[in-house]
């Protein structure tokens, strides 16, 4: 506890205060100030902070019993002690039956700093009790966060496996459907709509995955513009048709290196953030510049802004200033960990009623990465009379792979389960050169087949595929056979190429 005091003395006698703070002045250092009415009570209140409160139970304008209530009244937690010239005070015995700290008279002093010394070491402790309080509840809060998280994180990761499954349906019956119209058909145009939309939906599982913490992050090279530019279509619709949206882009391609999914996810909260700022109408500004060794990019708007203290605290994790409900108090954070995790910093510019501007420097990158080697359209013909055992549990899915394989000469053999591709195995009459297996599948799964074909017939090949993520694979013992594993969903050159990776071996 500190020797130095505040007290604000709440007293209309100057001689009996200057009697109060000389008593005082013993034992501590004392700050005060001299009150002797509601008014200037409330404002000396107003500011404090004050360490205590010493009242005269009696003057001319107000009593201690009412100083006692304004103080209840104000909200503050501070030490109240009543002196009194009287030996025999009614309006003082009422006051202590009201919950005052103390009642002492002004001719008996001795106790008055014994009393104020124990009132302070109580009310230090009252502080250090909800200090732990307020702590024990933030951490209760965090944990609700965090089980919310990893709940959001399990639903993510089954609904991206289904979903992986019909994007993957949906990928390879369109290539299907290009390679058997002529190229000038009308409804190559179509089938361009639809495969566009189908490579969306595929990023943005990706996305999800990702800020689920449900799929590894991927760093590669793109063009931050590209980015910005590929998502306005869906910020329209986040931001409403009130808000104006101004974008202004640098005139050259600004290379970064990082994970696409994050970044997209970084810019989306900060875009929401910055609506949810806006009362009424308003502009949400994003810009990118190019410096000599940095990308620049910034999302501005013309909002409430934040005080000092708001904006210290906006990037620690589960600090949000949103109504319950409708913030979780991890998107700055996120934002702040993707830019440390890209070699980058954020910066914040922000005055309230005058808006916020989230200033994000990437380090820039000189040459964007050779693209990866595509397989061409053309069909691959058969080697050898190549023959698949084709494993997928998923009927539509195993129609459209087989249907793919037919297309492209090999001879396809089905199953839907490890059980029964190892029956069939056994019973047919020639060798299957190659396996093409789900990974999670009723009765045996892909990567169990995938052991007992090693053993039994060492000569077959095997790929296997999934659209489950990483975290539910590693049960799987797939993790590590990056060169026997395809992701879905896949295009067809994406599983023909695998195919004749694993076969020329």
Do not use: C
């Not at 700022?277 to 990019?297: C, H, M, P, W, Y």
């Not at 053309?378 to 080697?383: A, E, L, M, R, T």
């Not at 089905?414 to 029964?420: H, K, M, P, R, S």
Request: glycine residues 6%.
């Amino acid at each position: 506890m500190s020797n130095h005091i505040r007290v604000l003395l709440i007293e209309d006698s100057e001689d009996d205060a200057f009697m109060i703070l000389r008593t005082l002045q013993k034992s501590f250092q004392v700050t005060h100030e001299r009150v002797e009415s509601s008014e200037t009570m409330k404002f000396a209140l107003a500011n404090g902070p004050w360490d205590i409160l010493i009242s005269d139970v009696n003057m001319p304008r107000f009593t201690g019993t009412d100083a006692f209530n304004i103080l209840k009244s104000s909200g503050l937690t501070v030490p109240f002690i009543l002196v009194s010239g009287a030996l025999e005070d009614i309006a003082g015995v009422e006051a202590m039956r009201l919950g005052v700290d103390d009642f002492l008279l002004k001719g008996n002093l001795s106790r008055l700093v014994p009393a104020v010394t124990r009132e302070l070491q109580r009310s230090e402790v009252n502080r250090e009790r909800k200090k732990a309080e307020v702590a024990l509840r933030l951490s209760q809060e965090q944990l609700r966060q965090s089980q919310k998280m990893e709940a959001i994180g399990r639903l993510a990761g089954g609904v991206a496996h289904d979903f992986n499954n019909l994007l993957a349906i949906i990928s390879l019956s369109l290539e299907i459907i290009r390679n058997d119209l002529p190229a000038e058909h009308p409804l190559q145009e179509y089938v361009s709509n639809i495969t566009h939309a189908q490579m969306r939906g595929t990023a943005l599982t990706h996305q999800l995955l990702s800020f689920s913490r449900k799929q590894a992050v991927v760093h590669r090279i793109f063009d931050l513009n590209e980015l910005i530019l590929g998502l306005i279509k869906m910020l329209d619709p986040v931001i409403g048709e009130d808000i104006e949206l101004v974008i202004e882009l640098e005139s050259t391609p600004l290379l970064v290196n990082g994970d696409f999914g994050q970044v997209e996810q970084l810019l989306m909260n900060l875009v929401v953030n910055a609506r949810d700022a806006l009362v009424r109408n308003g502009i949400i500004k994003i810009q990118t510049l190019s410096f000599e060794d940095k990308v620049k990019l910034t999302v501005a708007d013309t909002g409430i802004g934040m005080s000092e203290d708001i904006k210290s605290k906006i990037f620690e994790p589960f600090f949000t200033t949103k109504e319950v409900g409708k913030g979780t108090g991890l998107g700055l954070a996120a934002v702040h960990g993707v830019l440390t995790q890209m070699g980058g910093e954020v910066m914040v510019e922000s005055k309230l009623n005058e808006g916020t501007s989230f200033h994000l420097y990437f380090p820039k990158q000189k040459s964007k990465a050779p693209p990866t080697p595509q397989l061409s359209a053309v069909k691959i013909k058969p080697k050898q009379n190549l023959k698949i055992l084709l494993v997928e549990d998923e009927a539509a899915l195993r129609n459209v792979i087989e249907a793919t394989l037919k297309n492209n000469g090999y001879k396809v053999a089905l199953a839907t389960n490890g059980v029964e591709a190892l029956e069939l195995i056994e019973k047919s009459e020639f060798k299957f050169d190659i396996i093409v297996t789900d990974v999670v599948m009723p009765k045996m799964g892909g990567s169990e087949l995938f052991e007992k074909v090693r053993v039994l017939f060492p000569e077959t090949k095997v790929l296997l595929m999934s659209g489950y993520t990483e975290e539910k694979l590693l049960n799987y013992g797939v993790l590590g056979m990056e060169d026997f594993f395809l992701e879905k969903p896949f295009s067809a050159q994406e599983l023909l190429k695998k195919i004749s990776a694993i076969l020329e071996r």
